[in-house]
């Protein structure tokens, strides 16, 4: 363990779960995101019966703008950190996500939605895997309310262990620097481990959730740390 280094793709919190970390002897831990968001300004809020967030930035940069939200709407989210996260605006999920695998996810939140309409306020880079994997009946509305763009001035320290919380800080992280087998690689979420897949990484660990605690009982499972 001595001298190891902990690289994650996230500025985290000061009160973050990984700071607990820091405690053990010679762990280093470099928390930076490689990505930069900017808001996309939006003018009209279809009016569905549902919303739906599959991040953070999406929640932030959708009521940062005054949206006209229709008074019965219900709230879906991607993870206990999002319905979390929610609740600073002071909402209330009525779905939350289970596990990391965004299809099962979206199957859950199918049977939740019905034949009912949906708000998707996200990135204009957006995968749309939930969307994807709705029936036919189902009228989704996508909003673009912010977008992503890589950062060119990556200079990060060899790493023994890579968190990566999105693909979009995949393909910043390996735009730059090469695969090496002697380093652990964690994705955060199906779709990320599939972006790690394309820069021919494969053996990838995915915790069981979201949320912060679900990587540290990954790393400490697998005796990382």
């Known amino acids: 363990m001595s001298g190891k280094t902990i690289f994650i793709s996230r500025k985290l919190t000061a009160d973050s ?97 019905q034949d009912q309409s949906v708000l998707f306020p996200q990135a204009i880079d957006s995968y749309q895997t939930i969307q994807k994997q709705l029936a036919f009946s189902n009228t989704c509305y996508n909003l673009y309310v912010y977008k992503t763009s890589i950062r060119n001035d990556i200079d990060l320290p060899y790493s023994d262990i890579l968190i990566f919380t999105s693909p979009s800080n995949v393909i910043a992280y390996y735009n730059k620097y090469k695969p090496d087998s002697g380093q652990t690689v964690i994705a955060i979420g199906s779709t990320t481990k599939y972006k790690l897949n394309e820069f021919n990484v494969n053996e990838i660990l995915t915790p069981d959730s979201f949320e912060e605690k679900g990587l540290l009982k990954i790393l400490v499972e697998n005796s990382i740390v």
């Open 17 to 113: 779960p990984f700071f607990a970390l820091l405690q053990k002897e010679d762990l280093k831990i470099i928390d930076q995101s490689l990505i930069q968001t900017t808001q996309i300004r939006y003018s009209y809020t279809p009016q569905t019966n549902w919303i739906f967030f599959t991040s953070k930035n999406a929640i932030d940069y959708f009521f940062a703008q005054d949206p006209d939200i229709p008074e019965q709407v219900k709230y879906g989210v991607i993870s206990n950190a999002s319905a979390q996260h929610l609740l600073t605006y002071d909402v209330v999920a009525d779905f939350v996500g289970k596990g990391v695998n965004l299809i099962n996810i979206a199957k859950e939140f199918k049977e939740a939605l």
